[in-house]
Every structure is written in C-alpha cells, then in structure tokens.
C-alpha cells in the first residue's frame, strides 16, 4: 500500500528553465493539496485539486506557478522561468473525500542556481 | 498573517523526561488541530489530533491539550525518547478543506540519551 508519492526527489534547474515536479497520491485518494517549504520557515498552503479540477489555489503566486490533476496520472505542479527564490522543498499531500488527515508525500527539493 | 504560531524554535530535554511544545492560534474559527512530526528530508506525518469540542486528546506517550480561551494548544510527550527527535508542527485546517493546513513554524526537539 503505497504512500503518496513525488518525483523526482531533488531537482535542480538553472534561472529562467523550467520546473515540473510530480506526485501521486494514495490509491483512491481523490484531493490533493501542494505545499511549499522556505528555509526555516513552516509549510504554506499552495493549492488544492480534485481530479480535474482546481478547487481552492489561494496560496498559489500570481505569476509562473501552475497545478493540475488530471484524470490519468500524477497530479502536477509547472513552475516556469524559475528563480532563486524559488528554492524550496514541495510537499504533496492527498486525503481520501471527507477525511479528516492528509498523507504527506516525502518531498521535491527544488534548488535553482 | 501568522495564525498558527510556535514560538519556540527548538527544544532540547532528557530521555526519559517530559516534552512540552506550544503553539498559538489567532482564528477563533479554528475548530480542529493536529501536530505532525518531520524527520529531515522526509515529509510531515500525522502524530495526534484534537477537536475544539475536547480539551484533552491522549494516544500512547503523546498528550495534546487545548485551551480555548487562551487559544493555546501543547503536546506533551513523556516520556520522551532520542527517536522523537524531530520538527514537530502543529497545524489547524481552514476554509475549502481539512487538507488545506495552516501551519505553525515548527520546533525542533532534540531528546538526549
């Protein structure tokens, strides 16, 4: 029974290139969330999918930044042109409809140089 | 706009003796907390919960506590071990989702042998 899972683990783009980072949620999970971790700081909400559909992407920047969750496949987070200030480590996260606990991948450590 | 905080950044106590940490909410909205633990370079996992209808949550060595009014949570772990060694967070889900988490800071325990 496998975990939510991301890939790659590390990955690590030039300014301006772009980042796609990859997660698969828990089998019959059907909500998907993103996070983003600065250094030394907590987890901020990113956004909030359903298959298809984007249901809340309030913590998302304006700018670069895209999610999607498609019928078949991994849930996806684009981020384009990418700068330092980027550098971060992306969590995933999936619940099952209703619950009350997410499930938190292990991670996508994002480093632009 | 802070509304989990933890104010203490690390922690540092004896295997064997109690573990206490703090964290602060402003959102009287707020119904349901959890903490989650995080060793490093692996994501956050699901330790304990608490609904704003108890004060008092307990699940083996760990204890969480809440006092509304003072809108103040703490996790009590005795007695504390050297694997609980970690980032603990605590976390209050809002709006679209109970998988769109606001976290707090984190602290860093560390528990001496």
């Known amino acids: 029974n496998a975990g939510v899972m991301q890939n790659p683990r590390h990955l690590v783009r030039r300014r301006g290139q772009e980042a796609r980072l990859r997660c698969s949620p828990v089998k019959g999970h059907s909500h998907v969330y993103w996070y983003r971790q600065l250094p030394e700081e907590g987890l901020k909400f990113m956004v909030y999918l359903q298959k298809e559909n984007i249901i809340d992407e309030s913590g998302m920047p304006k700018e670069r930044f895209s999610a999607e969750f498609p019928k078949e496949g991994p849930s996806i987070l684009r981020i384009q042109q990418v700068v330092r200030g980027d550098s971060a480590a992306y969590f995933c996260?999936?619940?099952?409809?209703?619950?009350?606990?997410?499930?938190f991948g292990q991670g996508t450590r994002l480093t632009v140089v | 706009d802070q509304q989990v905080k933890q104010n203490s950044p690390s922690l540092s106590v004896q295997e064997g003796r109690i573990s206490i940490l703090n964290c602060d909410y402003t959102n009287s909205m707020f119904d349901y907390f959890l903490w989650y633990k995080k060793y490093p370079a692996e994501g956050p996992t699901f330790l304990i919960s608490?609904?704003?209808?108890?004060d008092k949550n307990e699940d083996g060595r760990f204890t969480v506590f809440l006092n509304k009014s003072a809108k103040h949570l703490s996790l009590h772990i005795v007695p504390s071990q050297p694997g609980d060694s970690a980032v603990y967070f605590c976390a209050a889900p809002g709006g679209t989702s109970y998988g769109k988490l606001t976290f707090g800071q984190g602290t860093i325990l560390t528990v001496h042998p």
């Open positions: 608490i609904s704003s209808i108890k």
């Open positions: 996260a999936s619940s099952p409809q209703g619950s009350t606990e997410a499930f």
